[in-house]
């Protein structure tokens, strides 16, 4: 995978197992999708750190139970975003880190992360980009009255939801559907889509050019 349009991020070697990092808020389901992939062999890479903004979140339990290294930060106790992402950057550097995977991580990111990472950092988004970004992108889609929505991996680039999109997955929105129920089948759409566009990354298939993405035979 090869960053563009200024981005600094590196191109990763297929030949190794790629390093990950996990970015999460809540219950980390995604995480454990990832972690069961990566563990089956399905995946050439190793998790190596999950990186939380919730000490209490339920994804730290999952880490724990797969030996993932966690790192856990209180937003609250620094003075700006850009200051807890330093010392992230700075974390993820000093353990060589090559992809950022954005599992319901609920915190709006700066350049201080995005630069150095660009073309190397993915987000798993309920929706199918461009409609519906944002929170609640499941809600939106129901109070809309669509018919389809789905999941999404995309890069990301700073903006909500913005980035270009790699990958996506449909899911049909039924007549007596409820954010529970719909939910339900974009959360499976979203466990067989991440892991495969991670293991598309980790096996240097996917080519990002300018907001076009491509995935090599």
Known sequence: ????????????????PIKIAVFASGSG???????????????NAKIELVVCDKPSAYVLE????????????????????EAYEEEIVANLQE???????MAGYMRLVTSVLVEPYYG????????????????NGIGQALEYGAKITGATVHFV???????PIIAQQAVEIRDQD?????????????????PKVVGWIAEDRVRLNGRKVTINN
């Open 95 to 101: 353990r060589g880190i090559d992809l950022i995977v």
């Open 120 to 135: 190397r950092m993915i987000n798993v988004h309920p929706a199918l980009l461009p409609a519906f970004p944002g929170i």
């Open 157 to 163: 680039d700073g903006g909500t939801d913005t980035g």
């Open 178 to 194: 409820t954010l529970e129920t719909l939910g339900a089948r974009i959360q499976q759409a979203e466990y067989e889509l991440l």
């Open 29 to 43: 389901s995604n995480f454990q999708a990832l972690a069961e992939a990566v563990q089956a062999g399905k995946i």
């Open 1 to 16: 995978m090869i960053a563009s349009n200024g981005g600094e991020g590196k191109a990763i070697k297929p030949s190794a």
């Open 62 to 81: 999952r880490a724990r139970s797969f030996e993932v290294e966690t790192y856990t930060f209180t937003p609250k106790s620094y003075p700006t975003r």
